[in-house]
């Protein structure tokens, strides 16, 4: 019964190639996320999401885009990968009142080669 | 613009210590502050949540309190055990998003 999954959990791809990264959460909850988390171990907020709303971190480059077939999952696709895409994504959620728990995935290791 | 910042970066002490990490963070105006762990490979456990109102949370042998004014949090770990080794995080949360610290890396030697 997994709260938050992701996948796939490794991913190795050539450069130029278009994926995507699949993420569930089973939590009913409101909101998902998308972090980075680099070779430096630093993790970014890429996007927030619930039904309402999409905040996009203002580095992340447009070749990113969150796709959300419904409020249970959101996807992350990413367009002509490029070397410095290489990196740990994870998903998570939490509801959308700001007294929550914030709950995430297990990572999905990105390599482009 | 909410910056997070954790000292030390890493710490290396023998089992049975008491330590204290800190996290510290810009700005006050915050809903609340998460520690979680995270092991090599691994994705982030929830260790402990604590509301902008309330000033620690307890859960075992981890004690996290909350100085929101001065923009301080301490997770300290009571008789550390060698599998507490891991990364440490803090986030704190202001609006919708969670911004995070840098993290502890954190080694129990037994």
């Known amino acids: 019964d997994t709260a938050v999954s992701q996948t796939p959990k490794y991913l190795v791809t050539q450069m130029g190639n278009d994926k995507s990264i699949k993420c569930e959460q089973n939590?009913?909850?409101?909101?998902m996320y998308w972090y980075k988390q680099d070779s430096k171990k630093f993790l970014k907020i890429m996007f927030s999401?619930?039904?309402?709303?999409?905040?996009i971190n203002e580095t992340v480059p447009n070749r990113f885009s969150p796709k959300s077939p419904d409020k249970a999952h959101l996807n992350l696709h990413i367009n002509s990968l490029e070397l410095g895409d290489s990196a740990v994504y994870f998903c998570?959620?939490?509801?959308?009142?700001?007294?929550?728990?914030?709950?995430f995935g297990p990572g999905t290791r990105l390599t482009v080669l | 613009k909410q910056e997070v910042t954790q000292i030390p970066a890493a710490l290396s002490v023998p089992e049975g210590e008491n330590l204290v990490l800190n996290c510290s963070f810009t700005?006050?105006?915050?809903?609340?502050l998460q520690w979680f762990r995270q092991d090599p490979g691994k994705g982030l456990t929830s260790l402990l949540l604590?509301?902008?109102?309330?000033r620690e949370q307890t859960s075992g042998r981890l004690n996290a309190s909350l100085d929101k004014s001065s923009g301080r949090s301490t997770l300290y770990i009571a008789a550390s055990q060698p599998g507490d080794s891991a990364t440490y995080l803090c986030?704190?949360?202001?609006?919708?998003?969670?911004?995070f610290g840098p993290g502890t890396r954190l080694s129990v030697l037994p």
């Open positions: 939590l009913g909850h409101d909101t």
């Open positions: 986030a704190v949360r202001g609006g919708q998003n969670f911004v």
């Open positions: 700005d006050s105006a915050i809903y609340n």
């Open positions: 604590i509301q902008s109102s309330q």
């Open positions: 999401y619930n039904n309402k709303e999409l905040i």
């Open positions: 998570a959620s939490s509801q959308v009142t700001g007294g929550t728990q914030q709950f």
